[in-house]
């Protein structure tokens, strides 16, 4: 069963060493053919949505357990390791760190084409992967960028998506993890962990909270695009105002507006939103009407659609029509099983020795000499 999680680790700058990389592509390889196996591939493809399971498969690895390139390498040994052996295993790894994330899309297809599968079912892959990338930089706001993307996909068509997103100013990593079978809604909470360092203030429009600022969201723009301009205009006349409190007139209605600090949202993006005329704002807002999209993940799919847009359509919708949205970061746990000084919450032991578990038994299983299996049993057992 998928717990959502978070484990604590910051940017790492370094670089894998040749000889830690190879070893972990090696470990890797003999793991993943254990584990599909013993379970099939869609058991793999569930567990590395798991952000625990992922974390600690990362760890046995060898890689340093709370460095950001934890998710990065382990993805990048993974896909090395299966190399060749895809078909085999039924499990296609695509994407990666930076430009390789930017190539998921093609890749997919590429596999789609090799395996002879349904171009309907291709393009639902490519869809899923896209709209996950775009739901977390558009739709959880949080100040991570994401400059990672894996999607992993088995033949049958359960998928998981990886990604990471990064914070410069505080130094940290943010690594979002999807899975197919326990999304219904690819809008509404669809993670099936998000995992960070720290909890900083976060627009989150993915959240059950904010059903209502999304339902308007929508309503806006399947209205006319003159009436949206008109409340834009009134966000630029007064967002940037001192008073706590104004009082606007819509439509021979008084509406009031937020009392920013009483809400503490002066740190916030969308109170700080510079909505001075933008042209490509304008643009996009006008394409957006045009198009008429049926539903909130519609908006979200339309090409030019990005951060500040859905910031535009969020504020609008909280401000002037009242249908606030969750500002709550999404982030819940620290790393994996707990501390044992019970921060930030008790050592879990019953998960604590199945994980130990899962893993002692993979490693038995694995065709690798008896020393470096005693070596990896020890590491676990500390």
């Known amino acids: 069963m998928i717990q959502k999680g978070i484990a604590t680790f910051t940017l790492d700058y370094g670089k894998c060493p040749k000889w830690l990389f190879e070893r972990m592509v090696k470990l890797g390889r003999e793991m993943s053919w254990v584990l599909?196996?013993?379970?099939?591939?869609?058991?793999?493809?569930?567990?590395?949505?798991?952000?625990?399971?992922?974390?600690?498969?990362?760890?046995?690895?060898?890689?340093?357990w709370n460095a950001s390139g934890l998710t990065t390498i382990l993805t990048a040994a993974l896909k090395e390791a299966l190399r060749g052996q895809e078909k085999n295993l039924g499990i296609f790894i695509c994407g990666g760190k930076g430009?390789?994330?930017?190539?998921?899309?093609?890749?997919?297809?590429?596999?789609?084409?090799?395996?002879?599968?349904?171009?309907?079912?291709?393009?639902?892959?490519?869809?899923?992967?896209?709209?996950?990338?775009?739901?977390?930089?558009?739709?959880?706001?949080?100040?991570?960028?994401?400059?990672?993307?894996?999607?992993?996909?088995?033949?049958?068509?359960?998928?998981?998506?990886?990604?990471?997103?990064?914070?410069?100013?505080?130094?940290?990593?943010?690594?979002?993890h999807w899975y197919s079978e326990s999304i219904s809604d690819l809008v509404c909470e669809p993670h099936s962990g998000i995992i960070s360092h720290v909890r900083v203030p976060t627009l989150d429009l993915t959240a059950k909270a904010s059903d209502q600022n999304r339902s308007m969201s929508t309503d806006l723009v399947k209205g006319s695009y003159h009436n949206l301009m008109k409340d834009i205009q009134i966000l630029r006349k007064h967002t940037s105002g001192a008073s706590s409190m104004l009082s606007l007139k819509k439509e021979d209605a008084t509406v009031t507006l937020l009392k920013l600090e009483n809400k503490e949202f002066r740190s916030h993006p969308v109170v700080l939103e510079d909505f001075s005329r933008s042209r490509y704002l304008e643009k996009i807002l006008f394409k957006v009407c045009e198009a008429q999209p049926d539903n909130y993940e519609k908006i979200?799919?339309?090409?030019?659609?990005?951060?500040?847009?859905?910031?535009?359509?969020?504020?609008?919708?909280?401000?002037?029509?009242?249908?606030?949205?969750?500002?709550?970061?999404?982030?819940?746990?620290?790393?994996?099983?707990?501390?044992?000084?019970?921060?930030?919450?008790?050592?879990?032991?019953?998960?604590?020795?199945t994980t130990i578990d899962f893993f002692s038994r993979l490693v038995q299983k694995m065709r690798l000499p008896f020393y470096e299996k005693k070596k990896i049993l020890a590491k676990l057992t500390r």
């Open 99 to 176: 430009k390789t994330s930017r190539k998921t899309p093609d890749q997919i297809k590429e596999w789609g084409e090799c395996l002879s599968l349904p171009e309907a079912k291709v393009n639902n892959l490519v869809y899923n992967s896209r709209m996950a990338a775009k739901v977390d930089s558009a739709l959880v706001q949080d100040g991570f960028q994401i400059y990672h993307h894996s999607f992993i996909f088995s033949r049958r068509g359960a998928w998981t998506v990886v990604q990471q997103g990064m914070n410069t100013i505080h130094q940290t990593a943010r690594r979002y």
């Open 300 to 353: 979200v799919a339309l090409e030019g659609v990005g951060p500040k847009t859905m910031r535009a359509l969020s504020l609008v919708s909280e401000v002037i029509y009242g249908a606030e949205p969750s500002y709550t970061d999404p982030a819940r746990y620290s790393f994996a099983h707990g501390g044992k000084d019970a921060t930030p919450y008790p050592v879990d032991c019953k998960t604590y020795d």
């Open 36 to 64: 599909v196996n013993e379970y099939g591939p869609d058991e793999f493809v569930k567990r590395m949505a798991d952000p625990v399971w992922f974390q600690s498969l990362g760890t046995v690895l060898a890689f340093d």
